[in-house]
């Protein structure tokens, strides 16, 4: 009799229902297509749940489901499922990261050439009964400059075919090291405005988040070279479509090609539907039989293997721990979290190296996980295409070129344990370091400075010239701000020319005050952040 019950309530190829099936301890039910409320009503009796995007696992499902251990997705993006509610209620959620890799690169350089060579425009004309050949007159590809936002796989895809057409690849993402970018054979660009200014070509590879929405605004889409073409196969809400159709209908940007949108479906006055140059498909890059196949027999076998044997793979919301690892280092989780992110916010992007040192009786244990457990904090502390966890977060800096080492603590120091993390750039190395005051993490040491402040809330960070009247101005300015100062602490170097001051507050201070703040003579540096 099986021991597990497992709906399927998208489509999967039936090789993947086949390979859960595969195991005798499982139960499959195919049941697709269901309401809220069908779902909700049946979801009890099930341990494991497999979904596409159709399904949509809210709280209400969480709350409904007693039984449920895991949900797979066939697909990257977990928009659909609500995951704090999956966390909060013990279940795993597992993707498939790489199963459509191809399939979106291939189907964004369809949209590319198609833009290109106005393929739709001269399809419509022709089976209209013309024969139009001055009006579609294209743009070749070879020895275009070409923008990549975002090197992960379907990024780094991107770049081999469009190097195979002859273009020049100009490439940034956050974590991509110079070494890496080398071995692609693309040209490193720090910002994603250097990547952007002078391009003839934009595809974008890079989720959605409050930092990457609108990437592509008035500003930068100015500053692509006239004629530019636009080309988004990500999400939605990349790029401003309102911006877009305005530099189009000035003939600055020469064409977009769109496979999503801000708003899907997009509505019928979607204002880029009436610009002259584009192309549009029903986000359709996952789909080719191939990756439908592909991500449906991953996340069975990725089901199977944890209902069966307990193994995760691609968890987005767990990694995979027995209680008797979390019993040793689970106290350091916290801090090796917090040292991760604040690094990533502080420190200088597209690292070479990270290197987690261990003081005390932190190195006595295992600490293959806690330098795991900073890795994917500092993986996670900008925006970048996967989404890290402890499961995945190696083979991502492998992919994006970071070395990972460990050693002993090199900084001096008068605590008897210490963690200390450090980014090393060149000839460069930024370090920050935390220990714990009882039970309490505490960042102690941040970029050659002694601090003392807490691993997680909402953070000012300023540096200065050591002058007199520095802390008073920042006490002041955000006290007219309403800003509440939870904790500050100030430091300074040896040679007492430069300080830093790291004021942990209530709220999120206004962006007026931060331009104030960096406006003013004697502040080199001001940070605004949250870990």
């Known amino acids: 009799m099986a021991t597990y019950r497992v709906l399927v309530s998208d489509p999967i190829s039936e090789k993947g229902v086949d390979a859960l099936r595969s195991a005798p301890e499982i139960q499959v039910d195919v049941n697709t297509g269901l309401k809220p409320d069908e779902l ?12 596409r995007s159709q399904t949509k696992v809210t709280p209400e499902v969480f709350a409904a489901a007693k039984n449920l251990k895991a949900i797979g997705r066939a697909g990257v993006g977990v928009d659909n499922i609500d ?55 294209g743009v070749e590809m070879n020895g275009k400059r070409l923008a990549i936002l975002g090197m992960g796989r379907i990024g780094t895809e991107f770049a081999k075919r469009a190097q195979a057409f002859g273009m020049h690849v100009v490439a940034y993402d956050p974590f991509l090291t110079a070494a890496r970018a080398q071995g692609l054979k693309v040209e490193l660009a720090e910002t994603a405005d250097q990547a952007l200014a002078g391009a003839d070509v934009v595809t974008l590879h890079i989720p959605l988040t409050d930092e990457t929405k609108h990437i592509l605004n008035k500003a930068r889409l100015s500053s692509m070279n006239k004629g530019a073409l636009v080309v988004n196969c990500a999400r939605g809400g990349l790029v401003d479509e309102v911006a877009a159709k305005e530099l189009i209908d000035a003939g600055h940007i020469g064409g977009i090609a769109l496979d999503v949108y801000e708003v899907e479906p997009p509505p019928a006055d979607h204002p880029l539907f009436s610009a002259k140059k584009t192309v549009f498909t029903p986000h359709l890059g996952a789909s080719t039989a191939e990756a439908q196949e592909n991500v449906g027999i991953e996340v069975a076998y990725q089901l199977k293997d944890f209902l069966v044997s307990g193994e995760i793979r691609n968890a987005v919301n767990m990694p995979n721990l027995d209680a008797k690892t979390l019993e040793s280092v689970g106290p350091y989780l916290d801090l090796a979290t917090g040292l991760g992110k604040l690094l990533a916010k502080i420190g200088p992007g597209q690292v070479d190296a990270l290197r987690v040192s261990y003081l005390g009786p932190v190195s006595e244990l295992d600490t293959q996980l806690i330098t795991r457990t900073v890795l994917t904090g500092y993986l996670s502390g900008a925006h970048h295409e996967a989404q890290v966890n402890l499961v995945n977060a190696p083979a991502v800096a492998k992919a994006l070129g970071l070395q990972i080492t460990e050693s002993t603590v090199a900084i001096a120091t008068n605590w008897t344990e210490l963690i200390e993390v450090s980014a090393v750039k060149g000839g460069e190395t930024f370090t920050v370091a935390g220990t714990f005051f009882g039970n309490a993490p505490r960042i102690v040491h941040l970029l050659g400075h002694n601090v003392e402040t807490n691993t997680t809330g909402q953070f000012l960070f300023v540096e200065n010239d050591d002058r007199p009247g520095i802390v008073g101005l920042l006490g002041s300015s955000l006290g007219t701000a309403g800003v509440n100062i939870a904790n500050m602490s100030l430091s300074r170097n040896k040679d007492l020319s430069r300080a830093v001051t790291v004021i942990e507050v209530d709220s999120e201070p206004p962006v007026s005050l931060l331009e104030q703040l960096r406006a003013t003579p004697g502040i080199l540096r001001v940070l605004s952040f949250g870990l």
């Open 83 to 137: 995951r704090n509610a999956a966390t909060d209620n013990g279940v795993v959620v597992m993707n498939t990261p790489s199963g459509n890799t191809i399939s979106t690169a291939e189907h964004a350089f369809t949209l590319m050439l198609s833009l290109a060579r106005n393929i739709a425009q001269a399809h419509a004309t022709v089976i209209a009964g013309k024969w139009d050949r001055k009006s579609f007159e």
């Open 40 to 51: 909700l009503a049946i979801i009890g009796d099930y341990h494991g749940l497999v979904v």
